[in-house]
């Protein structure tokens, strides 16, 4: 039997509810569904609703025809800058909805109009590491998991990315062979400027390493890296990067960089017959720990022979 809607249509869902009091109730995934099926809502109708009252939150005297135009801006960061750029209150509708599509089109190809250098530097130092980046549609979200122990380090990473809007943050148990893991997954929404990072990073579905990524690397970056994929050996005191996904002829490329970049050598090691990593001798431990030392977050400096994380 078919769904009997008593608001089908945008207009209908305007006429009968108070859109701004029916999105604050949408906070989680699921939530769309729930309120869909309580309040007899036609769920696309819905969405257009949410959006159209996340928008005229923040441009409260804007034309509701042209609220559901900017409903792809995602984020209240980047509505706010597209007006800057544009001014939407004076911008004819039509001429909207090209502006919206050129916005888009930019921000996939260059981040840096719509996230702050510190937000990039995350990102790319993230997905050098246990980040990734999981494509949805026509859209990308960021994604990772970390160890509970890393907890503190989790919290850091969402709150510098809190301009994003958050679909999951919590806490999970899973099983890995005999045993079990307990970590934190965190996730943004889908959004077009993980598109870039998506395109940046994989290659036929596999993540891989390049020079243009290679080269957005600076300090910053570098020190998230190391506090994803870096192990300090106490007893020896150099740095490892357990780079374990990435071919030969990838970490070739990888130490030819930290050489020219940072004037480093580190070497290239090989175990369990299949997997490469890099390792930093002592000096050039030390040397990669003054670069990285100003930017290790509050937590992790048990990476680079601070205090062992409890």
């Given amino acids: 039997m078919a769904e009997e809607y008593s608001a089908k249509s945008i207009k209908e869902v305007r006429e009968k509810f108070d859109i701004i009091e029916i999105s604050k109730k ?26 159209e ?46 502006l919206v599509r050129l916005w888009n089109k930019e921000v996939q190809s260059n981040p840096l109009i719509l996230i702050s250098q510190e937000e990039h530097d995350l990102i790319i130092g993230s997905l050098l590491g246990d980040a990734s980046i999981r494509q949805r549609e026509r859209n990308s979200c960021f994604r990772f998991s970390h160890s509970i122990t890393q907890k503190e380090y989790s919290i850091f990473k969402k709150n510098k990315l809190s301009n994003f809007n958050i679909s999951e943050f919590r806490e999970v148990k899973r099983k890995i062979g005999i045993h079990f893991i307990h970590a934190i997954d ?3 929404k889908t959004h077009s400027v993980f598109n870039y990072y998506r395109n940046l990073f994989y290659k036929n579905g596999r993540k891989v390493i390049t020079n243009e990524i290679l080269n957005q690397i600076n300090p910053k970056a570098l020190a998230y890296w190391v506090c994803d994929d870096g192990s300090y050996d106490n007893t020896q005191g150099y740095i490892i ?17 930290f050489n020219e970049k940072f004037g480093l050598n580190p070497t290239i090691g090989f175990r369990d017959e299949k997997y490469y990593y890099l390792r ?31």
Avoid: W
Wanted: aromatic letters at 8%; hydrophobic letters at 35%.
């Fill in 241 to 257: 990067l357990c780079t374990n996904s990435y071919s030969l002829e990838e970490h070739n490329l990888m130490k030819q960089f």
């Fill in 26 to 51: 949408v906070k989680r995934k699921g939530d769309m569904l729930i309120i869909s099926k309580e309040l007899k809502i036609k769920p696309r109708s819905l969405k257009m609703a949410v959006d």
């Fill in 186 to 188: 965190f996730s943004t």
């Fill in 53 to 98: 009252a996340r928008i005229l939150t923040i441009f409260p005297k804007l034309e509701k025809s042209k609220a559901g135009i900017l409903a792809s801006l995602r984020t209240g960061r980047e509505l706010k800058l597209f007006d800057e750029k544009y001014d939407i209150y004076e911008t004819q509708a039509r001429e909207l909805i090209k």
């Fill in 280 to 310: 930093f001798k002592q000096e050039d431990s030390k040397k990669l720990i003054e670069i990285i030392k100003p930017f290790i977050p509050k937590g992790m400096e048990y990476k680079i022979g601070g205090l062992k994380n409890a």
